[in-house]
């Protein structure tokens, strides 16, 4: 099995273009920023179709590769992040992906609920961010056994 893989970013109006994530994510942003026409001084990142946000783009994670945190074959939702001056404001995202209310409505609506979220936040979306907390849901998880020094897939 190859270890390259693409993703998809979705971006424009129903523009779509390929990516290999398997570099460092400052580069892969620069290669996004390039073919997707978008500004230097807007800070980018990924979000997948379900709301979850790659988090490619903070500082700390710049210098790792950024197939740590995206997956292959998979299709990505390009992302403006504003972040507050004073830091006691949460992050705002806007999705790139113009007609998005038409395209994925629950992706709109759950970016607008992490860009404001003193709204009342469903059930639905709290079982959603707790298991993301946990580390559960439909991502396979790998854990390294203490007894015979193995990486196990649970």
């Known amino acids: 099995m190859s270890s390259q893989f693409f993703i998809t970013v979705k971006y424009g109006e129903n523009e779509q273009e390929l990516f290999n994530p398997h ?11 390039e073919k997707c026409k978008r500004s230097e ?17 903070d500082e700390e994670n710049l210098t790792e590769y950024a197939s740590q945190f995206v997956e292959g074959r998979k ?55 707790s298991a993301r907390k946990r580390g559960t849901g439909n991502q396979s ?7 015979r020094n193995s990486v196990m897939k649970i």
């Open 41 to 57: 001084t807007e800070i980018l990142d990924l979000v997948d179709e379900s709301g979850q946000i790659a988090n490619i783009s």
């Open 75 to 129: 299709s990505y939702v390009l992302i403006k992040v504003s972040k507050s001056d004073s830091g006691k404001e949460p992050n705002r995202y806007e999705s790139l992906l113009e007609n998005l209310e038409k395209t994925n409505p629950e992706l709109r609506d759950r970016l607008r609920r992490m860009s404001k979220p003193n709204q009342q936040v469903s059930t639905k979306d709290k079982k959603y961010q």
């Open 23 to 33: 570099c460092r994510s400052l580069l892969l942003l620069e290669c996004i920023r």
């Open 141 to 147: 998880q790998k854990v390294k056994s203490a007894k």
